[in-house]
């Protein structure tokens, strides 16, 4: 997790040349306000690997940016040079050294929690979900579609999501509001205190749940994690804090985003919306081109070792920052980026990519097709409210702050 505040700009250290330094501000610059892709599309213009003062990672300042989709594979491919251990730091915030597991866990241990993960999250699994997910989008959309309007974050994008991971790991849907707070402080806190505030009170609620679950255990995700045995032996308390706050963390804000950018492009583009009104089979490809030209999630690996990468000279603890919002649009890699096309046959990073791809990949995208396909023939003259401003943000997680729609 990059830090927040100050936004100051640290020398470089020698081993980086200065034609590679480019300042680039992921978290407060205001363009990012109005459209972050077009504030960001000129990385394009190169070079496609730079040093950015204005990024710390760990209190370490400076990290290398890499806005090229072809090179972020390759480092997501090699977990031997470019780890994932404390990637995303929350443990650091609040003293503690457990990892998001397995998101922050190299091979070969990766491949041990994963095997024990995946049946979790199949697409079998989440079929056994499909009503959950039905019925909860539902509910949401009946306290706003008599209205006629609705402000779309607050009401629908951010407490469906989240609704489903507190079902999946058998928490009280009546907390949901707290969840949702906790979500906004830890990745949009304005300051390190308060996101470490934040994070502290996740693991302190987490740490009873799962103490909880060890001593009554019930059919959900936590008992699960608790209870089963793998090798003979259980996972130890650090390990379940680990698997929990990274489900917890997954959900709160990457399928809110999503919802926010893809239901603002439809508000704003009728003939897309009336496309997949009579061409409902083609919301899949659409829910996957969103992801695409939407990717919203900033991630990050360590150099282990001194290397030359494409011609730069990378050392031993150099950060790397991984940003999907770049990497999607990138013009080497699609053609036309910035134009949303449903027929477009190009994979994209928006899930991760290598050993680390996106544990929930499935629930994510089961979430998104459910909302487009409930709310597009629900409320088919869906738009923008008139006079309405519709405030977008960067961050950890790229997203729309504020949206109002009406029909």
Known sequence: M??????????????????????????????????????????????????????????????????????????????????????????????????????????????????????????IAVRKMDERIQARAQELIDGFKGRGECEFITEFARPFPIAIIMQLLGLPITELDIFIDWGQRLLHGSTMEIKAQAAAEIHDYLKRRIAEKRRNPQDDFISYICKTEVDSRRLDDGECMGICYLMFVGGLDTVASSLGFQFHHLATHPEHKKYL??????????????????????????????????????????????????????PLEYSNPMEVDFNRRQRHLAFSFGPHFCLGKHIAFRELNVALEKILFQMPELTLAPGSEVITHGGAVFGVAHLELQW
């Open 2 to 123: 990059s830090d927040a505040t100050p936004r100051a700009e640290y020398a470089a250290p020698d081993h980086v040349p200065a034609n590679l330094i480019k300042s680039v501000d992921y978290n407060d610059d205001p363009a990012l306000r109005v459209d972050p892709y077009r504030a960001l599309a000129h990385l394009h213009d190169g070079p496609p690997i730079f040093w950015n003062p204005l990024n710390t990672r760990h209190g370490t300042p400076g990290t290398w940016d890499v806005p090229r989709a072809s090179y972020m594979r390759e480092i997501l491919s090699d977990q031997d040079t470019f780890s994932s251990k404390n990637s995303a730091g929350f443990s650091a915030l609040i003293g503690e050294s457990w990892l998001m597991t397995p998101l922050e866990i190299d091979p070969p241990d990766h491949t041990f929690y994963r095997a024990f993960l995946n049946p979790l999250f199949s697409p």
């Open 277 to 330: 009104q009579d061409n409902p089979k083609k919301i899949p490809s659409a829910v996957d081109e969103y992801l695409r030209r939407f990717s919203s999630v900033m991630t990050a690996r360590q150099v282990t070792r001194d290397i030359e990468f494409h011609g730069v000279a990378m050392k031993q603890g150099d950060w790397i920052t991984l940003c999907q919002p770049t990497t999607s649009i990138d």
